[in-house]
């Protein structure tokens, strides 16, 4: 069974601060994604990360997924308050489509 | 494009009964995916459904089941509810495999929240 362990578990932070969020296995992945929920709503895709040392941004985040593609990270830069919501990573094993999902990062950005 | 719908939003049930949740998927994806959500476990994978046939199952009891329909919407089920199966359920709909990707891209509905009492 592949695990997801993120951490941490819980962040608050004031607007403007940076922030890291990690997402660690002992498992290897062939992607791995990160999606934010908001309350009351689904997860909403951000961004897929294939290749071992892959980075992609997407305006103030920033992922990266480890050369090993057993880990990723978040970091956001200059936090808002628009940024608030649960942050879920999710890998899938090497000829699967199968998802596993983390048990996410709840994150609060006091204004 | 429209996205996921999942009803009903909310739903209150008690010991004993039994529910059917409904998804409509992204039209033209044919890959629809269920999840059950609880703040303690996170999103765990109930079961898969292409082309009306269950291609993956999670570990849950046999209390949870589906189907899907020939349009591609499907149905889950839950028996002889529990008091743990109070949780969010989230449908998630996929373009996979027609679309050539290596990976998997889920869209999620915004889920049906269950109250069992």
């Known amino acids: 069974t592949q695990l997801l362990e993120q951490s941490p578990q819980f962040l608050s932070i004031q607007e403007g601060e940076n922030l890291t969020v990690y997402c660690n296995s002992s498992s290897v992945f062939s992607s791995l994604q990160w999606y934010r929920q908001e309350p009351g709503e689904g997860p909403v895709l951000l961004v897929t990360?294939?290749?071992?040392?892959e980075v992609k941004k997407l305006k103030r985040l920033t992922f990266q997924f480890g050369d090993a593609r057993k880990d990723s990270s978040l970091h956001i830069t200059a936090a808002q308050p628009g940024d608030t919501g649960l942050y879920l990573c999710?890998?899938?094993?090497?000829?699967?489509?199968?998802?596993?999902f983390g048990k996410g990062t709840k994150l609060s950005v006091i204004p | 494009k429209a996205g996921v719908t999942q009803t009903p939003r909310y739903l209150i049930k008690t010991r004993g009964q039994q529910v059917t949740l409904s998804c409509s998927p992204i039209?033209?994806?044919?890959?629809v995916s269920w999840y059950q959500q609880t703040p303690g476990q996170g999103l765990q994978f109930l079961f898969e459904?292409?082309?009306?046939?269950?291609?993956n199952k999670g570990n849950f009891p046999g209390r949870f089941s589906g189907r899907q329909f020939s349009n591609s919407r499907s149905e889950m089920n839950v028996s002889t509810l529990e008091l743990g199966d109070s949780a969010l359920y989230l449908c998630?709909?996929?373009?996979?495999?027609?679309?050539?990707?290596?990976?998997?891209?889920?869209?999620f509905g915004p889920g049906t929240r269950l109250t069992v009492l």
């Open positions: 990360v294939v290749t071992g040392g």
């Open positions: 999710a890998g899938a094993g090497a000829g699967s489509y199968q998802l596993t």
């Open positions: 998630a709909s996929s373009s996979l495999p027609q679309t050539g990707l290596s990976y998997n891209e889920q869209f």
């Open positions: 039209s033209g994806h044919r890959s």
């Open positions: 459904y292409f082309s009306e046939t269950q291609r």
